[in-house]
């Protein structure tokens, strides 16, 4: 995969639509097109980096900055009071789908047990 074909490097480029919802400079939230939960916000780092592994390697401050933004999400989005869940889905047994590390920010109603 490279960033060319990468979906959520066109998102960021502004080539694919995205419903954003929060953005640095470094980072950009925006609400996940098939929500699993009454909020579903996928937070990413603009750099791409393939999975949460390739990102603390190779960039921990960056990966810092992507906790941070999912906070200020799940803030902004008022989660704070019922709690919210931050998955960062990595590799095969995680059904990993796309190779751009993503937090997905999960809340809004009871989430109901982590393992189905
Ligand atoms: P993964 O399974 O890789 O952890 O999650 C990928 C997520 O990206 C899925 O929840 C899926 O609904 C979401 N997704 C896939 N394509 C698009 C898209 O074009 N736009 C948005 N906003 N989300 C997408
Ligand atoms: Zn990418």
């Known amino acids: 995969m490279t960033t060319t074909d990468c979906l959520f490097c066109k998102i960021v480029a502004g080539e694919i639509p995205a419903a954003k919802v929060y953005e640095t400079e470094t980072t950009l939230a ?3 097109i098939g929500p699993k939960a009454a ?14 592994v390739a990102l603390a390697a ?13 906070a200020a999400v799940a803030k902004a989005e008022g989660l704070l009071d019922g709690g919210f869940r931050v998955i960062f ?8 789908e796309v190779f751009h590390v993503h ?3 999960l809340g809004g109603e009871p989430l109901g047990p982590m393992v189905a």
């Open 39 to 52: 909020v579903h916000v996928l937070v990413i780092p603009k750099e791409h980096h393939a999975d949460v």
């Open 58 to 70: 190779a960039d921990p401050a960056l990966a810092g900055e992507v906790l941070a933004a999912s």
């Open 89 to 96: 889905n990595t590799g095969p047994y995680s059904g990993q």
């Open 30 to 32: 925006f609400r996940d």
């Open 103 to 105: 937090a997905h920010v």
